[in-house]
């Protein structure tokens, strides 16, 4: 069975001047989302989900081909867990 992740605390997001900000109340951070970010993390915020899950979804969001995103969608997965945003789960 493959990697999934799930989000680790629930973020509040707000969208301000065309850019999507999260606060997360567990951790005290506030981060800047890139839209791959955000993607991502609106795919966790609802269900846990492999990196399969979580390309197919990035790509729809951003009319991008699959195929092409998910090395993008892997490095932002390993940024968001490095900040415990997201975290490995088993399925």
Known sequence: ???SWRAAFPL???????ETVAYC???GDT???APIA???LDVLSRAPADL??????AAEALAADEEAIEPA???????????GIVERVSL
Not at 52 to 57: E, K, N
Not at 73 to 83: F, G, I, P, Q, R
């Open 1 to 3: 069975m493959g990697t």
């Open 12 to 18: 509040e997001r707000r969208e301000l001047d065309g």
């Open 25 to 27: 109340d567990a951790t």
């Open 31 to 33: 981060l800047k989302l």
């Open 38 to 40: 955000r993607a991502v």
């Open 52 to 57: 399969q899950a979580l390309s197919a979804a």
């Open 73 to 83: 969608v892997a490095d932002t997965v390993e940024d968001l867990e490095s900040l």
